[in-house]
């Protein structure tokens, strides 16, 4: 009997993460597309997702704190992506769709860097939209 409960609890412990992954229409609403302008603040490279935080600030000098998800690392690295493609204190435009919470969390879709390099920051396996949040047009 403990021949087999010890692979299925591990069976289950391993398979606990995967529920925890959710699609793009579970969390995020494609009906609220915005466009942030700001600095980057902190990057956490890992799974399941890469998360990137900016600081946004308005035209009243009120400054918002937006964390913003983007694919997995490994669909990243394929894209292009390096660990240091993002740095604190860069200045980026970033393409996303808002929380279906309401909070200051967006799925980031494209991104624009300092340089004027525009690069994909969705996975294209999420279920969320593959095109740019502001001109309709395919994301490149």
Same mark, same amino acid.
Not at 10 to 26: K, N, Q, R
Not at 70 to 99: C, E, M, Y
Not at 100 to 129: M, Y
């Given at each position: 009997m +403990?021949r087999?409960?010890?692979?299925?609890?591990v069976?289950l412990?391993v398979s606990?993460?995967?529920?925890a992954h959710? @699609?793009?229409?579970?969390?995020y609403?494609?009906?609220q597309?915005l466009t942030i302008?700001g600095?980057?603040t902190?990057l956490?490279?890992m799974?399941?997702h890469?998360y990137?935080?900016?600081?946004s600030?308005?035209?009243d000098?009120?400054?918002?704190h937006w964390?913003?998800?983007?694919g997995?690392?490994?669909?990243?690295?394929?894209?292009?992506w390096?660990?240091?493609s993002?740095?604190?204190?860069?200045?980026v435009?970033i393409?996303a769709?808002r929380a +279906?919470d309401? @909070?200051?969390t967006?799925?980031?879709r494209s991104?624009?860097?300092?340089d004027?390099?525009?690069?994909?920051?969705?996975s294209?396996?999420?279920?969320?939209?593959a095109?740019d949040a502001?001109?309709?047009?395919?994301?490149?």
């Amino acid at each position: 009997m +403990k021949r087999i409960l010890l692979p299925a609890a591990v069976a289950l412990l391993v398979s606990l993460p995967l529920l925890a992954h959710h @699609s793009f229409a579970a969390e995020y609403d494609q009906k609220q597309p915005l466009t942030i302008k700001g600095v980057v603040t902190k990057l956490d490279w890992m799974n399941p997702h890469v998360y990137f935080y900016v600081d946004s600030t308005d035209s009243d000098g009120k400054v918002t704190h937006w964390a913003c998800e983007a694919g997995n690392p490994n669909a990243l690295a394929r894209r292009g992506w390096k660990k240091d493609s993002l740095k604190a204190g860069d200045r980026v435009t970033i393409q996303a769709f808002r929380a +279906k919470d309401a @909070s200051n969390t967006v799925n980031a879709r494209s991104i624009v860097l300092t340089d004027g390099k525009k690069i994909f920051a969705g996975s294209a396996d999420d279920g969320g939209p593959a095109e740019d949040a502001e001109s309709k047009r395919p994301l490149n």
